[in-house]
Nanobody, 124 residues
Framework: VQLQASGGGLAQAGGSLTLSCVAS????????MGWFRQAPGKEREFVAG????????LYADSVKGRFTISRDSAKRTVYLQMNSLKYDDTAVYYC??????????????????WGQGTLVTVSS
């Protein structure tokens, strides 16, 4: 499975961006699809995740109420709608798939496949 993330760019504080991540290749059947981010000099952190069978979601406290994750299984795509962007949202955003468990894990080691990252820069 290969993941291709896109949609990053420059946004003003208070603005919006939508990230997309498309999966290709065989053996596509993730239980969980998620987004992480890594700011300069910081550890990669969980942002949001969406489960497969029931579409349940989980968000980091820092983005709750501002970001929305969704998936379109037919298109093999997961989205991250980011509203009310803040300067602190500036980071490289990575999509990730988890295959072997339906739990939305918040630690990176639980995820099996990763996209290449897309840069989001928020100007204050």
């Amino acid at each position: 499975v290969q993941l291709q993330a896109s949609g990053g760019g420059l946004a003003q504080a208070g603005g919006s961006l939508t990230l997309s991540c498309v999966a290709s290749g065989r053996s596509y059947n993730p239980y969980v699809m998620g987004w992480f981010r890594q700011a300069p000099g910081k550890e990669r952190e969980f942002v949001a995740g969406v489960g497969g069978s029931d579409g349940r979601t989980l968000y980091a406290d820092s983005v709750k109420g501002r970001f929305t994750i969704s998936r379109d299984s037919a298109k093999r795509t997961v989205y991250l709608q980011m509203n009310s962007l803040k300067y602190d949202d500036t980071a490289v955003y990575y999509c990730a798939f988890r295959r072997h468990s339906p739990s939305i894990a918040t630690f990176r080691e639980a995820y099996n496949y990763w996209g290449q990252g897309t840069l989001v820069t928020v100007s204050s």
